[in-house]
């Protein structure tokens, strides 16, 4: 993985983040999450207009749209039943880390990325701190039921995240995402119309910023995704763009107030200190830019390698700190 790849991932974590505070802000609205979609879906059809032309959608990308199109509808229900009781600091940790775990071992078993013993025990911590992150408050029933769909929603993340690195081969980014968008509008709008249209004309009327955020933020942060899919292993992308959770939780904790719990500060802590190990295949290399790796883990590529890892490392320092300090 490239530093510049490195860094495009880090930054659709922050993005991807800062839609979910506002999802989370919306208290789940699915209305809310509906509106934002139909925006991000207008606003990438020009582009895919322009990526056509470029590069051709063939008949052999439309099962990846029409697959990943399905998955996204689920993924923004369950995501909204799981805003509407449960708190940001559970709900994101978990869905995030049941995606990023069982993305991993998805890949490993049917994509051509083979993991280390490093990236077994990555998962491993990361499956923990999920479990501990949800063990972390009495089983009310209101959480236990948010908790439930947090998983559905790594299940749908998992799903998509292995179509996603399937259909870049395939179709543009562009073309993909915004066929993926007005896909997820079209199957989610029957249901939203009937069943929440109250929500929905509450969310136009009163949660205008969060709409704009949960479009625009959910639609760049894809597109950044997508495009490092073309330079980098799906198993590691997903791995490391789960700095998001910490971003959420931190958000969660400081402006929503939630509580921080030992038991949560360990579960967050844990899984996002293995956001390294269970991802780089090994042997994995990447010609489109001089910054190659070559081992199961980060740094062995002198230079700009070790910069990247010293980052990462780094990176999951402050978060561990920061967890166990405000317990």
Known sequence: MTFLVFLMVVLAAILHAVWNFAAKQAAGNLGALWLGVCLGAVLSWPWAVLAHQAEPLTLAGLPYIGTTGILHAWYFGFLSRSYMTGEISVVYPVARGTGVAGTAIVAGLFLPERLSLDGVA??????????????????????????????????TIISYSIVDKLAVGQVHPVIYISGMFSLAVLLLTPYVLRAHRVACRYAYHHLKTAIGLIGVGSLCTYL?????????????????????????????????????????????????????????????????SRLEVRSPMLGRTPGSGSRLKRLVMSCRMEVVSYCVWSM
Request: glycine share 14%.
């Open 224 to 288: 950044l995704i997508l495009f490092t899919l073309r330079m980098g292993p799906v198993s590691y992308i997903v791995a490391v763009r789960e700095f998001a959770v910490v971003i959420g939780s931190i958000l969660g904790f400081v402006v929503l107030k939630e509580r921080l719990t030992v038991r949560k500060g360990i579960g967050i802590g844990t899984g996002v200190a293995a956001i390294e190990l269970p991802a780089q295949p090994r042997g994995v290399r990447h010609s489109s």
């Open 122 to 155: 990555g998962i491993l911590a990361i499956c923990v701190g999920t479990g501990l992150v949800g063990l972390s408050r009495r089983a009310h029933k209101e959480q236990l039921t948010a908790y439930v769909h947090a998983l559905l929603v790594g299940v």
